[in-house]
């Protein structure tokens, strides 16, 4: 059968082709999160005025009918590297962004459309460095592209973060049951003692609708905004264009938050995307000045069991990240990493720093890791 790779450069080709795209995205397994459905694509874009464009490589069968699609964007990228607290540019020129960390395909199909992908870039010599952040490794579509000549794999994380995911749970219930007792009723009496010391009317309320949409933002702009993580990630929650873009995704049942309400006061939330059988918790945070009461785990143990049993046997994603919490809650872990694939050129010659740096770096921390073992011996 003959296969036919086509590139979506603007927002018209994208929107003309979305309702096939989100048929792909939305299939069970069929992409890696929501960042790679056609609605978030066009966002990406349209909320963005330095110079993004759409780069989508869709890849159709004979009849015409799509098979899947590469969500990449055009970009301008500098990248760094810290050496001894300096951040040294080893490239700043034209780029491509993976949305996620790979393809968007059924299953039956992934193997064929990577190939052709994989093909189609390796082919146009005017690409030279494809970006893949915050994925699981290894990563099948970055080795597909990292082989031959063409291209070759660049692994950017000094060192590998953890990804953590509940797999598998038929139920609230049964996730609970694999627990210890100790840490399973821990779990759930800080519900109590929570909200024992809220008081008033305090409670989680769920949105997930589209027309709770607009309030849902301007409970979180206003929650937001007394989060400890604001300075470091200024988002505006209640920006038409995002507005409009949780309108849309509330439609299809791909997002869903939770919030903390005391009194029509947000105190804490937990905000996340369900799509493909897998709800990403995308972000939470809770208002510092009740910090103290817990409210922020507490949220987030409510909502994943209200998931669990919404939706049982799919699978709940943490992303990345060694914190406490998802220790505490995942069943399951991976080492995950940011990579590039890179085209040797000697516009990307500064790549190279990369092997070396990593391997000096993992020999420092491995030297440290050893001290701290042998004085708690």
């Excluded at 995942?330 to 070396?356: D, I």
Aim: proline share 4%; hydrophobic share 40%; charged share 25%.
């Amino acid at each position: 059968m003959n296969y036919l790779c086509s590139i979506l450069r603007n927002l018209d080709a994208l929107r003309a082709a979305r309702d096939e795209m989100a048929v792909l995205a939305e299939t069970p397994g069929g992409c890696d999160g929501i960042v790679q459905h056609p609605d978030w694509i066009a966002y990406e874009v349209e909320s963005r005025d330095d110079g993004t464009s759409p780069y989508v490589v869709v890849v159709r069968d004979g009849a015409g009918r799509m098979l899947g699609y590469a969500p990449l964007l055009a970009i301008r990228h500098t990248a760094r590297l810290d050496l001894a607290g300096r951040r040294v540019r080893v490239y700043h020129g034209e780029a491509l962004r993976l949305l996620g960390a790979g393809i968007v395909a059924a299953a039956a199909d992934r193997a064929t459309v990577m190939l052709a992908i994989v093909r189609q870039l390796h082919g146009d010599e005017a690409i030279r460095v494809i970006r893949i952040q915050e994925s699981a490794l290894p990563n099948p579509f970055a080795q597909s592209l990292g082989k031959g000549e063409a291209m070759r794999l660049v692994p950017a994380n000094l060192l590998e973060q953890v990804q953590w995911t509940i797999r598998d749970q038929a139920s609230s219930s049964a996730w609970l049951a694999q627990m210890d007792k100790k840490r399973r009723t821990d779990l759930t009496q800080r519900i109590g003692r929570a909200y024992r010391k809220l008081g008033s009317d305090a409670a989680l309320h769920t949105f997930d609708t589209p027309d709770s949409m607009r309030e849902y933002c301007r409970l979180m702009q206003e929650v937001y905004a007394r989060t400890w993580h604001h300075d470091d990630l200024p988002t505006q929650w209640d920006h038409p264009l995002r507005v409009a873009l949780f309108e849309r995704l509330a439609t299809s049942g791909h997002i869903i938050g939770h919030v903390v309400i005391r009194d029509g006061k947000p105190l804490a939330y937990v905000h996340g995307y369900r799509v493909a059988g897998t709800y990403l918790v995308d972000d939470l945070g809770y208002d510092e000045d009740v910090a103290k009461v817990g409210i922020g785990s507490v949220a987030v143990f409510q909502a994943i069991t209200a998931l669990l049993d919404r939706f049982p046997g799919e699978n709940v994603s943490f992303g990345y990240g060694d914190n406490q919490y998802k220790r505490l809650l995942a069943t399951h872990n991976e080492p995950c990493g940011s990579l590039y694939v890179v085209r040797s050129t000697r516009a990307t010659a500064g790549f190279h720093v990369y092997a070396p740096v990593r391997w000096l770096y993992r020999g420092l921390h491995r030297v440290r890791e050893d001290m701290r073992a042998r004085k708690r011996v």
